[in-house]
């Protein structure tokens, strides 16, 4: 039987009569539960996420908390170390010199012939140079740690070297004396000491002269900076200050420059009845010596007053800048260090640092270079580089005062050391095992 179309509309309307309401109820039931679902799911989601916003933002508050007291603990630690922490070498005020112009000077520049640059190996700086039958010798040294580092007394012709002696520490300086015997300034962790090296048929053998002054132990509590031995068999020594000596000569230097504390001496030795006699006082960082060939004129290099003090080899117990105490050269354009005389009589400053501006604008607040004492030796060292425009040595006539010579020519470290040998200079630098030469 067909169906037509009027019978298929009836059909529907009867089965939608019949059938609808059951079907649209259980399409509402359906739909009704599917909402439910949802807006459970939602609330679950909403919760969810409140609750890790709540989460995220105690841990944030926490964070922000931690960090606010590490910050804190961070500033009060870097308070209390630049700022509150005890020195040692506790700054004092002074006033800074004038500064020398003397522009009609000749002006050198060390050689940049790496001919004329006598590697001495593997060393890390040089500390002392001398020259002695037309042999170099060259204190050089191993180490940046004090308490690691070995000095090796070395000699040279140019073409070759070799350590003739070696001692623990730091080997500050070296003389001969009119025998031929050798002189030493040495500084260790556990002391430092004026030394004399014997020869005999097994070799050089180091002996410790003078150990302590008035109780107190050298190197320990001073650093031993220079010796010089005069024609009389008399051997003069200089002390910087006050100033321990950890790191070693360079970082006493610094401090001593940084402090300003006017402690140094320089003392006299005498084999002949063992006494030990002081000659100068009063120097800011007494860095250097030299004595005339007649024996009766001692140089003194005084590192914070910028000047190189002149007085009777003879005379004891002088104080820097009063009586009976000249000055030789003063407002260096640099902080003086080792001296050396040529056989016409010139003498030869080496700088170990150019001029700060920082430091001699705040030389009377004892806040702010005590900030940089406390802050640390890569700090200083960055602070007191040399620059390749700046004067490492300086020459002048000791009689009159006259500038005779500047010479510059090269970054470094620190000029540590300067020893002319007839038209040649050879200077040694901290941080560099090669002897540089200008040609005067």
Known sequence: ??????????????????????????????????????????????????????????????????????????????????????????????????????????????????????????????????????????????GAALKKRTSDLVRTDGGHYAAILSVEGELTGFDFDQNGDLWLTVVTTSGGALCRAVHDNWGAAVEQVVTQIDGAP???????????????????????????????????????????????????????????????????????????????????????????????????????????????????????GALALDEDGALYISFRWSRSGWLEQNADSTFLRGVALRAGQNLQQKLFRMTADAPCAAVVDPATGAWKRTITGRAMNSCAAACPVGSKVYFGAVGSARLLQARV
């Open 218 to 336: 050298l190197g320990a509590i001073w650093a031993v900076s220079a010796v010089e031995a005069g024609p009389d068999g008399k051997v003069y020594f200089a002390v910087v200050g006050d100033e321990p000596v950890d790191n070693g000569l360079e970082s006493a230097l610094r401090t001593e420059l940084l402090a300003h504390t006017g402690t140094g001496w320089v003392y006299v030795y005498d084999p002949a009845d063992r006494s030990v006699q002081r000659v100068l006082g009063g120097v800011a960082g007494a860095s250097g010596l030299a004595l005339s060939a007649d024996g009766e004129t001692l140089y003194v290099s005084d590192l914070g007053s910028r000047c190189v003090w002149s007085v009777d080899a003879d005379a004891r117990e002088l104080t820097a800048g009063g009586r009976d105490c000249g000055s030789a050269a003063d407002s260096l354009p640099g902080y003086p």
């Open 1 to 142: 039987m067909r169906i037509g179309l009027v019978e298929f509309l009836l059909i529907l309307a009867i089965a939608s009569l019949t059938v609808g309401p059951q079907v649209a109820l259980f399409v509402d039931r359906w739909m009704r539960r599917a909402n439910r679902a949802s807006a459970q799911a939602a609330r679950r989601r909403a919760e969810y996420a409140a609750q890790a916003a709540a989460e995220r933002d105690a841990l944030l508050k926490r964070f922000r908390t931690a960090s606010t007291v590490f910050g804190v603990c961070i500033l009060l630690a870097l308070v209390y170390a630049l700022v509150l922490r005890p020195i040692d070498t506790p700054p004092q005020r002074y006033k800074a010199p004038e500064t020398r112009q003397d522009p009609g000077a000749a002006q050198t520049a060390l050689s940049t012939d790496s001919k004329d640059s006598w590697d001495l190996g593997e060393y890390q700086g040089v500390d002392c140079i001398r020259e002695q039958d037309g042999l170099v010798y060259a204190a050089a040294y191993n």
